[in-house]
């Protein structure tokens, strides 16, 4: 996670923490495992790979990301290689390799290196960047990002070489807000799911949609409502037209997520546990201008 100076432009509202608390959200399981580094020219923030298969673990993981400070002066610039090559540290040193588990990056960034207080030069990141790329393709990492070009000025060449060379995935977005929807395909990416975006219908003030569970050997369906103005009250009904209480005691995990100044909930998961197959409905309130976007992901229990 980039905090450099810069981003206090680009990232205003910090909705590159949200996305890295929705992916976090996605992603835990009995299996999973999160950590982050938060770079400018040093390293400013780091927490280890953490296992996200409680609440409790979850919600501190969320909350060490929540309280992420962007730089102060004197720590203003940019350092990529210095954040990846951290982060693939941090993967070598939680035994990620040899095992059942598929280790990804993914950087968050405005992205240009630029070190003109030091403490190294730009030669000397890029030389140690090659290192860290070609290691990272050779262990079978591969590396997301996600540029954040927000005054034109974002390196593309250097972003997308990033992800080409690790095989991972470039994402090129002019808004603070895509974050959430690129957390989103990632994930669809990662967990080798289907994703398929709902068409919703407003009507009487609700936001509403039908979706199909067509395959018995569904694990996961997660629902993700992505809004700019924050929905609320969601609501949902199995194939039999009953209403589900939204509880982990019905197979049902729900979390949302509020911008920085804590007003406005950018994202809503449903997380529904082996899903009946047939046709179910989800519903949230919400304002009728709002871009909202309903999207099903899911994933399977290979055994």
């Given at each position: ?11 205003a509202?910090k ?10 959200e ?18 400013m ?17 969320r909350?060490?990301l ?29 035994g ?18 630029d ?11 890029n030389?140690e960047?090659?290192?860290?790329l ?14 954040l ?7 593309i ?52 949609t ?8 569904v694990?996961?369906?997660n ?21 589900v209480p ?10 949302t ?5 804590g ?10 546990m ?10 949230v ?19």
């Amino acid at each position: 996670i980039d905090g450099s100076g810069s981003m206090k432009k680009s990232d205003a509202m910090k909705l590159r923490l949200t996305a890295g608390r929705l992916f976090t959200e996605l992603a835990s399981s009995d299996t999973s495992r999160a950590g982050f580094v938060q770079f400018t020219n040093v390293i400013m923030d780091s927490a280890g790979l953490t296992d996200l298969s409680t609440e409790e673990n979850k919600e501190a993981f969320r909350n060490r990301l929540s309280g992420l400070k962007d730089s102060v002066k004197g720590t203003w610039d940019t350092d990529i290689s210095l954040g990846l090559t951290e982060a693939l540290k941090m993967l070598k040193d939680g035994g990620s390799f040899g095992n059942d588990r598929h280790p990804i990056i993914i950087l968050l960034s405005d992205g240009n290196t630029d070190l003109p207080s030091g403490p190294r030069t730009v030669e000397e990141s890029n030389a140690e960047l090659t290192t860290t790329l070609s290691e990272a393709s050779q262990l079978g990492v591969p590396i997301y990002s996600i540029g954040l070009n927000w005054d034109g000025k974002l390196d593309i060449d250097y972003m997308q070489n990033i992800a080409d060379q690790t095989g991972g995935q470039f994402y090129n977005i002019t808004s603070a807000s895509e974050f959430n929807q690129n957390m989103k395909d990632i994930f669809g990416n990662v967990a080798d799911g289907e994703s398929v975006d709902l068409k919703a219908e407003y009507k009487d003030g609700r936001y509403q949609t039908d979706f199909v569970i067509d395959n018995s050997s569904v694990l996961t369906a997660n629902l993700v409502i992505l809004t700019d103005k924050g929905v609320s009250d969601p609501k949902l009904t199995d194939p039999t037209g009953a209403d589900v209480p939204l509880d982990e005691a019905h197979g049902v995990i729900v979390a949302t997520d509020t911008t920085q100044d804590g007003t406005v909930s950018t994202y809503t998961i449903l997380k529904i546990m082996y899903p009946a197959q047939g046709v179910w409905k989800v519903s949230v309130a919400g304002e009728a201008d709002d871009a909202v976007q309903i999207n099903l992901l899911t994933t399977y229990d290979i055994s």
